[in-house]
């Protein structure tokens, strides 16, 4: 059964750090790889989908937010199909459910393109 598994979420304080994990098991190589991108996104109560990071699985080049880019590192696992978020000097603004992506483009920001997303993971900064 293919699916996308997130981890890594929980409850931190401001200041904090956590290191999300991503895993796309059970997909085809060319699946994961058929627009090179993976990628992470957030969506807090009552807000749109908001566009963190991606890399290219290919290249390992990356975009980031500008919200998030001095803050959150984006990373290949040495397995293709899994890739990271570490997330440094959180802000209780962070607070969202994160969720990854695969099979979509690196230009496309708005994640219409990712075709396998996972059911995500919690993260909550108190101040």
């Known amino acids: 059964q293919p699916q996308v598994v997130e981890s890594g979420g929980g409850s931190v304080h401001t200041g904090g750090s956590l290191r999300l994990s991503c895993e796309a098991s059970g997909y085809t190589y060319s699946h994961i790889h058929s627009s090179n991108c993976m990628g992470w996104w957030r969506r807090a109560p009552g807000m749109e989908r908001e566009a963190l990071a991606r890399i290219n699985l290919l290249d390992g ?13 984006i990373s290949r696992g040495n397995e293709k199909n899994t890739v990271y978020l570490q997330m440094n000097s959180l802000k209780p603004e962070d607070t969202a459910m994160y969720y990854c992506a695969v099979g979509g483009y690196c230009y496309d920001a708005g994640g219409f393109s990712y075709t396998s997303w996972g ?5 909550t900064v108190s101040s």
């Open 119 to 123: 059911q995500g993971t919690q993260v």
């Open 61 to 73: 080049s990356v975009d980031y937010a500008d919200s998030v880019k001095d803050r959150f590192t």
